[in-house]
């Protein structure tokens, strides 16, 4: 099922985002945070340049925007081994990036936020604990409903 339509940032809720980081408001930093907000799946470089450059942006220009947008844990930069990175927008309500797992089709490499999947781990009886570490994202792969 489909994730809701986000809400798009105004300028001015990107501008405080960026003010909040002590980040520049720069034009850029703003239109990229608000491309990021209205998008329903996490986004390469390249599929937000193709978008931008157009409307008069430098291509070097949003991937350091984009950069800088996830050192400051305003975005999030997933590698889902494609050796593709692709960025999304952490919400209040998405603190933590953890807090969702993505799916990616092996075949056609569409991308995926299931948002309403819960995802646990328990171990088997009579394994010792170890201590696993820090889990910092969730990808589970296979063929799409397209691919299929």
């Known amino acids: 099922m ?3 339509k ?3 940032l105004s300028i001015e809720e990107a501008r405080k985002l960026l003010r909040d980081s002590k980040l ?11 491309h990021l907000s209205k998008a329903e799946i996490p986004l390469s470089h ?12 430098d291509k ?3 991937y350091r925007c984009l950069t800088e947008l996830a050192e400051a844990s305003i975005a999030a930069r997933l590698d889902l081994g494609d050796h593709v990175w692709r960025f999304e927008l952490l919400r209040e309500s998405n603190v933590t990036h953890v807090e969702h797992p993505h799916f990616m089709c092996i075949e056609c490499g569409k991308v995926e936020c ?3 999947l819960n995802v646990s781990f328990s171990q088997r009886k009579g394994v010792r604990k170890k201590a696993i570490g820090d889990i910092t994202e969730i990808l589970l792969k296979g063929h799409c409903a397209n691919c299929c």
Do not use: H, K, N
Request: hydrophobic share 45%; aromatic share 2%.
């Open 2 to 4: 489909p994730a809701a």
């Open 60 to 62: 070097t220009t949003i």
């Open 46 to 57: 390249a599929e937000i340049a193709d978008e931008l450059v157009p409307a008069g942006f």
């Open 114 to 116: 299931l948002l309403d």
């Open 6 to 8: 986000p809400d798009v």
């Open 24 to 34: 520049r408001c720069t034009s850029c930093r703003v239109t990229v945070l608000q």
